[in-house]
């Protein structure tokens, strides 16, 4: 069981990524993972307005959930795998522990089937 910092902690990751544009930032950053983007490249993509963008990449990186690495001018985002992994293994730590109906490692494994 998380303790109520842990408790606190999660929440805050959660609440973070709980706005369209964010979750679709950390989705883009784990898709170019480990090399990560620059800030321009990011807004490109998504087409986010760099002073939207710039407050977005603030919140994610105040909760750990990307890294800032400074190349010259540039600024380069990397999703924290990490802390990400962190936050779904508090999510799934107790999966199916009341009914074992299903086995914790088909619900973390492999997502959804793709056609």
């Not at 480990?34 to 710039?54: A, D, F, K, Q, R």
């Not at 800032?68 to 522990?97: D, I, P, S």
């Amino acid at each position: 069981m998380a303790d109520d910092a842990e408790l606190t902690r999660y929440a805050d990751m959660l609440a973070a990524m709980g706005t369209e544009p964010r979750l679709r930032i950390v989705r883009l950053l784990l898709s170019a993972h480990p090399l990560g983007m620059v800030v321009g490249e990011i807004g490109e993509e998504l087409g986010i307005p760099n002073s939207t963008l710039s407050h977005h990449l603030d919140k994610l990186k105040s909760e750990n959930l990307v890294i800032v690495k400074r190349e010259g001018v540039f600024l380069r985002y990397m999703a924290n795998h990490e802390a990400l992994q962190e936050l779904l293994a508090f999510l799934y730590a107790e999966c199916c522990t009341r009914n074992r109906v299903v086995e914790p490692k088909k619900v973390t494994c492999c997502g959804k089937e793709r056609s």
